[in-house]
T-cell receptor
Framework: DTGVSQNPRHKITKRGQNVTFRCDPISEHNRLYWYRQTLGQGPEFLTYFQNEAQLEKSRLLSDRFSAERPKGSFSTLEIQRTEQGDSAMYLC????????????FGPGTRLTVT | QKEVEQNSGPLSVPEGAIASLNCTYSDRGSQSFFWYRQYSGKSPELIMFIYSNGDKEDGRFTAQLNKASQYVSLLIRDSQPSDSATYLCAVTWPSGTYKYIFGTGTRLKVLA
């Protein structure tokens, strides 16, 4: 399977705990995106990388969120001190670097904060 | 004004009919427009994209772009019950970046 993969697929955590999600993009894709989606809404942009460089981060994100892509391959998204409002589907997408091109999404990680 | 707007629906069409889904965007400089389909509980999957004014056809799907009026639409011909899903419009915003802004999606129901 050469699509985008995400792990874990589901995560249940208690409020105040830290969680980390992983995304493995399509191998030849240089751009990697993180989104958050709640019920009835479209994916909300969080951040994106061009290779290992984080080019933009949403101002909606608090300092509790951080993302890395250390070697320009897989990426991790960490949420510190989780809150119930963080419960959502976290989606990763990748795209090739030829201009504004199409994105391909992974299956997502569903986070539930209790 | 929201950056990318879609009617949330649901839009109900009978099987075999044409479904028309619309999307408006606020950044006049946006260059790239994408349509995704999302089934309940699943992640979005790309249907098609369009960069130039006019129509672009791919099988039963046609994307239409009118940059002067700042809207993009998706037509689905011969709608099938399996087309029932939420359709998301995405736009590169602001212009000149590779950041994508999604609309809230339109829920389509195709009635057998």
């Amino acid at each position: 399977d050469t699509g985008v993969s995400q792990n874990p697929r589901h995560k249940i955590t208690k409020r105040g705990q830290n969680v980390t999600f992983r995304c493995d993009p399509i191998s030849e894709h240089n751009r990697l995106y993180w989104y958050r989606q709640t019920l009835g809404q479209g994916p909300e942009f969080l951040t994106y990388f061009q290779n290992e460089a984080q080019l933009e981060k949403s101002r909606l994100l608090s300092d509790r969120f951080s993302a890395e892509r250390p070697k320009g391959s897989f990426s991790t998204l960490e949420i510190q001190r989780t809150e119930q409002g963080d419960s959502a589907m976290y989606l990763c997408a990748s795209s090739p670097s030829r201009g504004p091109s199409e994105q391909y999404f992974g299956p997502g990680t569903r986070l539930t904060v209790t | 004004q929201k950056e990318v707007e879609q009617n949330s629906g649901p839009l109900s069409v009978p099987e075999g009919a044409i479904a028309s889904l619309n999307c408006t965007y606020s950044d006049r400089g946006s260059q790239s427009f994408f349509w995704y389909r999302q089934y309940s509980g699943k992640s979005p999957e790309l249907i098609m994209f369009i960069y130039s004014n006019g129509d672009k056809e791919d099988g039963r799907f046609t994307a239409q772009l009118n940059k002067a009026s700042q809207y993009v639409s998706l037509l689905i011909r011969d709608s099938q019950p399996s087309d029932s899903a939420t359709y998301l419009c995405a736009v590169t915003w602001p212009s000149g970046t590779y950041k994508y802004i999604f609309g809230t999606g339109t829920r389509l129901k195709v009635l057998a």
